[in-house]
């Protein structure tokens, strides 16, 4: 059964970190470009960063630009977002998805979602 699930949430106080992490399961992450979401209480979900299948090309919304950070590392079948700088408008659910590319446009979700972890950024 191919899966996703996510990690490393929790509360924060501003200017706080955290880094999640996506691991796959039932399937190989090598062959897929993986891309993080995030859906805060009466928002639409937002694409926050994708990363490509050989990680050599990534993708970030302008609000996080310069504070998080995607990686991954395909021998632990494991996609991160390293969180810095955290602000209290980072507060959502952030979720894993399959994407089809890493511009605008193909950071999308495809078939395989996980089912989030909560970030709440609060002093």
């Known amino acids: 059964q191919r899966q996703l699930v996510e990690s490393g949430g929790g509360l924060v106080q501003p200017g706080g970190s955290l880094r999640l992490s996506c691991v796959a399961s039932?399937?190989?992450?090598?062959?897929?470009?993986i891309g993080w979401f995030r859906q805060a209480p009466g928002k639409e979900r937002e694409r926050i960063s994708c990363?490509?299948?050989?990680?050599?090309?990534?993708y970030y919304t302008d609000s996080v630009k310069g504070r998080f950070a995607i990686s991954r590392d395909n021998a632990k079948n494991t996609v991160y977002l390293q969180m810095n700088n955290l602000k209290p408008e980072d507060t959502a659910v952030y979720s894993c998805?399959?994407?089809?590319?890493?511009?605008?446009?193909?950071?999308?979700?495809?078939?395989?979602w996980g089912q989030g972890t909560q970030v709440t950024v609060s002093s």
């Open positions: 998805a399959t994407v089809f590319g890493v511009t605008y446009s193909s950071c999308t979700g495809r078939a395989d």
């Open positions: 039932g399937f190989t992450l090598d062959y897929y470009n």
């Open positions: 990363t490509s299948n050989g990680a050599a090309s990534t």
